[in-house]
């Protein structure tokens, strides 16, 4: 029986904490009886039998019929999934998106369904390779359809591609891929790593356009998202359902799929760092003190292959089929059952590391802009109720924060970070000065649509993102981070976590209490 | 009377490029640059007179010469010894303080009828640098026969002199030569209405260029590529719209433009240019942000340079040197001289402040390394300071 998550305080007898620093880690004292560490759930034990599970949501739907009855003979039928940015790291083979639409395809074939598009909902976020392709959904399905032009990516600059299907009644444009509006059944398949995923987000974000992302990728959305995570007190969450309305409204059938994974994130001998460190064994905490000295004598670009190559060991915990809204509430309910921590209370520091990995840099490089989006936008909002930090608190992360780009990925981020970031880190002055100019460039269109570049105007969103942990703070420090690269970020540079501590005395004042947030894997503080 | 003397010693000259090598302005203490006391210079003519100089700058034209990395290009148009400074502020025989117009040209030469070049009042193209009256020199402070601002004595043609009005400080008239320097680069190639124009190097001249685009030119964008924190925040209020890293500059001007790229190489660019450091690295970064059929404009000095030209054969990009001053043709019937708008542009822009600091003619090893590690020091424009009364008398 896996156990619950649970608080933490710290006291004099309280082994070194772990915090993750980008490609590596370290293990650091907390001050004793004023600190306390978040630890999330056990990973819950995953489904028996998988296929199994499988056919029967297809076949057991919620508030829709059995998709076999949804298929007919000569309809179009268009499958789309999460991308390369789910889950994280990427799951062992076979993943969640392979088993379940090999499921939907047997169904199609079975009802003599014969057209059929599988596409990458991306939105805009960089293309798939190949190799992330055939990962996530096999070779027997890649082999299939990616040779006839059937498996494809959505391309959200594609006017021929997109349809435009109306406004909702707070004036926000819906335009989302053409052949997935004009199908005559829409299947998503989601990957619910967190609260915020799935739902009508899949569709209204996963397969739009700028035109149509640009209502709630913004700073008042995100400013109003408290947190993202929390769909009743998400603006993010209420402008995708508008717009689910509206997709509804214009005849889109979409039968959603959501899947659920557990949080069994590394796999051996790796294990210890989802552990909390009392429990270490000898053996573990060799491997610790082996793989940190290891990291150190290895080139970063060394380093950062060896951890993307991981392939995690998460299971699915659950999956439902059916209607949107009723499917994506029972999703939200097991990721819930997975990472939901009762925490008392608010706390004057924040403290995190910031691993290797992001939604954004899978194969890739965590750039400072990515740190920020993973520290004050992702971890920050991994709350209900109220944020961890007290409002004015102080938000320490640890990692490098080196300043790298990756250029085939991120060449919009390069500058994002030289232009933008230098004449002003306000996220609503950056939206209004400069979103439209970078959204608009025909190079980064180019990059967008034939390589493998996140669009142009990606990084604003990666900032808008950190809008309400920014809003929120009063300071935030980098533990270890380029001093340079942290100053153009707007924020402190710091050698250790006890200058980092001190340096918050101006703003928290002596003595003040502090949260460490032992993630990953993934929790949500139900704060109280 | 006092004054820096450089010599033609090539044991010295060679020291001093060995020298400069490890730190820029180390020429000055193993060259050929020494404080001596020397003779006046005899007066050519009646239209000479002797100046006693204020304040001196030093430019990097003469860091470059101190350092033994100049050209050999210069060698029949210069004369040894010869006393450096050519940026010069000065009281005259009358008492008025006069900025000093350094070129040598016919005139001061003595040629009459002049060249075809200062007919036409291009007095930085003459074409008798090294005939007339005169020893061989381009400028006062290259010509063993004037001397040169780092003295307290030189002479100067009547020609030459500029009163300084009474409301500018010494520190605002030694910015003039070199205001007018880059007024001359602002207006070498036609910038019309709209052109983006980058501006590379944000020490001495490149900030001048800046204030000159601004004031004297329609300039669409004004882009500087600047190194130091200071410079940055020079160069935007004297007029850069935009202003980032050096390497940083391709990113900025690509988005700005709205080109496209082949991997790092712009398909188009800025209009136009001016590249003001004048080394292989600028020249060559410069012929990469330059659009089609654009122009760099070389105000900096440069040297021996080593370039790649594909790219500007094949964009077709042209390259214009922009050498001192004389006069500039504001439009097809107005021409004026150079100094007189350089004198306006240092009072509108209140360019004096670019002067960082000054030094007495004693400590010049010092002053030299100050100026030579300018923008490092979080410094501009170092000059020698020659009022002390004291100094001059000696």
């Known amino acids: ?528 | 009377m006092k004054a820096l003397v450089f010599e033609r010693d090539i044991p010295r000259f060679a020291a001093a490029r060995v020298a400069a090598s490890f730190r820029p302005g180390r020429g000055a203490r193993f060259g050929p640059l020494s404080l001596d006391d020397v003779d006046p210079p005899e007066l050519p003519g009646p239209s000479w007179q002797r100046i006693r100089p204020r304040l001196a700058g030093i430019c990097g034209s003469d860091l470059s010469t101190i350092d033994g990395l100049s050209s050999r290009y210069f060698e029949p148009i210069v004369s040894f010894p010869f006393t450096p400074g050519h940026e010069v502020v000065a009281d005259d025989e009358r008492g008025r303080r006069v900025v000093l117009e350094p070129v040598l040209g016919c005139v001061a030469r003595g040629l009459d009828p002049p060249c075809t070049a200062c007919a036409r009042g291009d007095l930085g193209n003459c074409e008798r640098a090294a005939f007339g009256e005169l020893a061989p020199g381009l400028q006062s402070g290259y010509c063993r026969d004037t001397g040169g601002g780092w003295s307290t004595q030189m002479i100067a043609h009547a020609s030459q002199l500029h009163p300084v009005p009474a409301n500018l400080s010494d520190e605002a008239a030694v910015m003039v030569e070199p205001t007018a320097c880059a007024i001359h680069g602002a207006l070498r190639w036609p910038i019309h209405e709209g052109d983006v124009v980058v501006v590379l190097g944000a020490g001495t001249l490149g900030l001048l260029t800046i204030a000159a685009l601004r004031r004297v030119t329609p300039a669409g964008v004004v882009i500087a590529g600047a190194r130091y924190p200071h410079q940055r925040r020079l160069a935007r209020e004297l007029g850069a719209d935009r202003v980032c890293a050096p390497d940083e500059l391709p990113r900025l001007v690509r988005r700005l433009t709205g080109s496209m790229a082949y991997r790092d190489q712009l398909t188009g660019g800025c209009d136009v240019v001016i590249d003001c450091v004048g080394s292989s690295e600028s020249i060559q970064q410069s012929l990469a942000i330059a659009k089609p059929r654009g122009a760099v404009v070389l105000v900096g000095m440069p040297s021996a340079v080593k370039l790649e030209l594909t790219t500007l054969w094949h964009r077709e990009t042209q390259i214009i040197g922009a050498y001192a001053y004389g006069t500039e043709s504001l439009s097809p019937r107005r021409r004026r001289r150079t100094f007189d708008l350089a004198f306006g542009l240092v009072r509108d822009a209140d360019l004096g402040r670019l002067v960082s600091a000054t030094y007495p003619l004693t400590r010049f090893d010092e002053a030299i390394d100050h100026a030579a590690n300018a923008g490092r020091r979080g410094a501009v424009k170092v000059a020698f300071d020659l009022r002390d009364e004291k100094e001059r008398q000696r």
């Open chain 1, 1 to 528: 029986m896996p156990r619950p998550g649970f608080v933490l305080e710290v006291d004099r007898s309280t082994p070194p904490t772990l915090f993750w620093r980008g490609e590596g880690f370290s293990l650091e004292k907390l001050p004793a009886d004023r600190s306390r560490v978040i630890y999330g759930p056990e990973p819950l034990a995953p489904l028996k039998d998988i296929d199994a599970a499988i056919r029967h949501a297809l076949d057991h739907p919620v508030g829709s019929e059995p998709l076999r009855a949804l298929l007919r003979p000569g309809m179009k039928l268009t499958i789309a999934f999460d991308d390369v940015s789910l889950p994280l790291p990427k799951m062992r083979r076979p993943d969640s998106r392979q088993r379940v639409i090999e499921a939907v395809l047997d169904l199609a074939a079975e009802a003599g369904v014969d057209d059929v598009h599988i596409i990458a909902a991306l939105a805009l976020h960089r293309r798939m390779t190949e190799a992330e392709l055939r990962h996530a959904l096999g070779d027997r399905i890649y082999d299939a359809f990616a040779p006839r032009g059937l498996l494809y990516q959505h391309d959200a600059e594609d006017p021929d591609a997109l349809a435009y299907l109306g406004t909702t009644p707070k004036g926000e444009e819906v335009e989302i891929n053409k052949r997935a509006a004009e199908s005559d059944l829409l299947v998503y398949v989601n990957i619910n790593l967190v609260p915020m995923d799935g739902g009508w987000k899949s569709t209204a974000t996963g397969l739009a356009s700028y035109r149509s992302l640009r209502h709630h990728h913004n700073v008042r959305t995100m400013e109003h998202s408290r947190s993202f995570m929390d769909q009743h007190r998400s603006e993010l969450h209420k402008s995708n359902w508008r717009m689910g309305k509206v997709l509804v409204d214009s005849g889109v059938k979409v039968f959603q799929i959501e899947t659920t994974l557990n949080t069994d994130t590394f796999p051996s001998p790796f294990e210890f760092l989802s552990k909390r460190e009392w429990e270490w064994s000898a053996r573990e905490r060799a491997t610790y003190v082996a793989t940190t000295k290891a990291l150190g004598r290895t080139p970063s670009r060394v380093a950062r292959k060896i951890f993307h190559s991981i392939e995690a060991p998460h299971q699915m915990t659950s999956i439902q089929c059916g209607e949107v809204g009723a499917v994506h509430q029972i999703a939200t309910e097991h990721v819930l059952r997975q990472q939901l921590v009762e925490v008392q209370g608010q706390t004057d520091i924040l403290t995190m590391g910031i691993p290797y990995i992001c939604p954004y840099n899978v194969h890739s490089i965590m750039n400072p802009i990515l740190v920020t989006c993973t520290g004050l936008g992702y971890f920050f909002n991994l709350y209900r109720g109220k944020p961890v930090i007290r409002k004015g608190g102080v938000v320490i992360m640890a990692h490098p924060t080196p300043w790298q780009f990756h250029p085939v990925h991120h060449p919009s981020y390069i500058d994002f970070f030289e232009q933008v970031l230098a004449d002003t880190t306000d996220p609503a002055e950056i939206e209004a000065n400069y979103e439209k100019a970078f959204a608009e460039d025909e190079w980064y269109r180019h990059l967008y649509r034939t390589g493998y570049a996140y669009h142009g105007v990606h990084p604003f969103y990666m900032w808008y993102w950190a809008a309400h942990g920014l809003q929120h703070c009063g300071r935030v420090i980098i533990v270890g981070g380029e001093p340079r690269a942290v100053r153009r970020l707007g924020f402190m540079p710091a050698s250790t976590l006890d200058d980092a501590l001190e340096m918050a005395t101006d703003v928290v004042g002596r003595d003040p209490t502090i949260t460490h947030l032992h993630t990953p894997p993934l929790l949500q503080a139900e704060v109280t």
